[in-house]
């Protein structure tokens, strides 16, 4: 794939390089992306399974999609796309993933600064004592996971619509997003605020804005390089070229 000279020259000079990721890039890892074709929302509104409402209108319901995408996400690998992040952190006195996706493939990927805006789908907590409970523990429950301690319900500890995000993870992706030289958006649909609002406010604050997606998105419009493709597919052509850029700096 040819890296356009912008880019080249971008990677060249960076001190700062963020990676904000979204569903995408776990795809080529066979974890279902949520709103393109396939993808989990296909035949339920996302709001029935990713909110509070939902979850209490149909905890069964909404604990069958989550213990299904437990063990999906068990069984899978990190793919060249993750990979080629947690190389590329090496070529930079700064780099830093700001993810919405919730599997936990960066770190396994060996990505060491990590930021997760929605959660984390291998933790559990009780909505009332607030206790954690493992996924081991809760797929060993039957039905709608209760509390051992005090039989309150048991949720995921990720984000559902209408919450907020955590506090610290929030902070840090915008500073992330504030400080970068280079901001690549990779694989996200980008529809989902307040994370959608990350790559716009990096490019406002001077950074260099990089989309990868095999499809264009609302962002498409506002970046200053489309690299159309598979995240497995781009991001180690991007790392190969940030390879060569950087050689002289090591
Ligand atoms: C590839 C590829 C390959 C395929 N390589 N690419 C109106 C306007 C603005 C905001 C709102 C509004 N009404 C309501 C809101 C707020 C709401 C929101 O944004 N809604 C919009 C949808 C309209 N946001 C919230 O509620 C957030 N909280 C909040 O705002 O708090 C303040 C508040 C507090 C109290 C009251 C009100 C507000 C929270 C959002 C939480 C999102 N949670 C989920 C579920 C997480 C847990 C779980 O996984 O179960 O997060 S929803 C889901 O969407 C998940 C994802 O992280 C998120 C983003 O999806 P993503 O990653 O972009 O995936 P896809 O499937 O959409 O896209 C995949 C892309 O990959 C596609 O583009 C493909 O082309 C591409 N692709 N193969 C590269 N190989
Ligand atoms: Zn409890």
Redesign the pocket.
């Given at each position: 794939m040819e890296i356009p000279s912008a880019l080249r020259n971008a990677l060249k000079h960076a001190s700062m390089v963020t990676a904000f990721t979204?569903?995408?890039?776990s795809?080529?890892s066979g974890v279902p992306?949520?709103?393109?074709a396939g993808?989990v929302w296909k035949k339920m509104r996302?709001e029935e399974l990713?909110s509070m409402e939902g979850f209490l209108r149909n905890p069964v319901l909404v604990w069958e999609w989550?213990a299904e995408r437990k063990r999906i996400i068990a069984d899978v690998q990190p793919n060249p796309?993750h990979r080629a992040l947690a190389q590329m952190q090496d070529l930079f006195p700064r780099f830093e993933v700001v993810t919405?996706?919730?599997d936990n493939l960066h770190r396994r990927a060996g990505s060491r600064v990590v930021h997760e805006l929605?959660?984390n789908?291998e933790r559990n907590y009780c909505m009332a004592c607030g206790r954690n409970f493992s996924n081991e523990a809760v797929l060993a429950m039957e039905g709608v996971p209760l509390c051992i301690e005090c039989k309150g319900q048991i949720r995921p500890d990720?984000?559902?619509?209408?919450?907020?995000?955590p506090e610290d993870a929030w902070e840090a992706g915008v500073h992330a997003a504030e400080y970068a030289d280079v901001f690549f958006s990779?694989?996200?649909?980008?529809?989902?605020?307040?994370?959608a609002s990350l790559p716009v406010m990096a490019r406002r604050a001077g950074a260099l804005l990089v989309e990868?997606?095999?499809?264009p998105?609302p962002l498409t419009p506002d970046v200053d390089v489309f690299l159309q493709g598979?995240?497995?597919e781009v991001m180690p052509a991007v790392y190969e070229c940030a390879l060569r850029e950087r050689k002289d700096k090591r």
């Open positions: 979204g569903a995408g890039i795809a080529e992306t949520f709103r393109s993808g996302p990713a989550y796309g919405q996706n919730i929605h959660g789908i990720v984000v559902w619509f209408g919450e907020s995000l990779i694989g996200t649909s980008a529809v989902v605020y307040p994370a990868v997606n095999p499809e998105t598979a995240a497995g």
